[in-house]
């Protein structure tokens, strides 16, 4: 176990979970989503938003680009202010698929020791908006990874969408595909 990420402790953020659905999972709401005003720069969408991508394609990309999508989730599993057990589990199993190298290997594991919530990626670290679009899909599988989707963790999608530049119909395709992905 990791200790807690350091962060402010917000007294409301107790015991204040959303109302889950009557299967017992949470499911992130793609209503709450903002659209964000068109970027400078015009940017493709992703070719067909309902396709889950796997996480395999990303071992051919930049090794940068692999540690932007492994901290992303890390800083999305620490957003609720708790690192839990299987949100660990799938940090690992994200290390092995990705094939970091070792020094890489050692960032993460040294950000998840020190508990210090990684910075959110841009879209100009990101430049492929098909990628952006994936790692956001990943931050929201790992929002939903302990059953219960905290407000925090609500929050810090909404505003990791709006930094990578995301067409708001891309986001929710991506919040649908993760819902799916862990089984909503």
């Given at each position: 176990?990791?200790?807690?990420p ?16 009557r ?9 709450d ?28 990309r930049?090794e ?11 800083a ?17 199993q994200?290390?092995?698929i990705?094939r970091?190298?070792?020094?890489s ?8 020791r020190?508990?210090?919530?990684p910075?959110?990626?841009t ?8 990628i ?37 119909e891309?986001a ?13």
């Amino acid at each position: 176990m990791h200790p807690a990420p350091t962060r402010e402790p917000s007294s409301s953020r107790a015991h204040h979970r959303p109302a889950s659905p009557r299967d017992g999972r949470s499911r992130l709401a793609t209503s709450d989503m903002r659209p964000r005003p068109p970027a400078s720069e015009a940017r493709g969408r992703a070719s067909d938003p309902d396709a889950p991508l796997s996480d395999g394609f990303m071992v051919n990309r930049p090794e940068a680009e692999r540690l932007c999508l492994i901290e992303t989730v890390i800083a999305t599993a620490m957003s609720d202010g708790h690192v839990a057990a299987i949100e660990e589990r799938r940090i690992d199993q994200l290390v092995r698929i990705l094939r970091l190298d070792s020094r890489s290997r050692q960032q993460v594991y040294a950000t998840l020791r020190a508990g210090v919530m990684p910075p959110l990626p841009t879209a100009d670290e990101l430049p492929d908006y098909d990628i952006r679009v994936h790692v956001f899909e990943q931050a929201a599988v790992m929002a939903l990874a302990d059953g219960v989707v905290h407000p925090d963790e609500q929050r810090h999608l909404r505003e990791l969408a709006m930094v990578l530049e995301l067409d708001i119909e891309d986001a929710k395709h991506a919040l649908r595909r993760a819902n799916f992905a862990a089984g909503g």
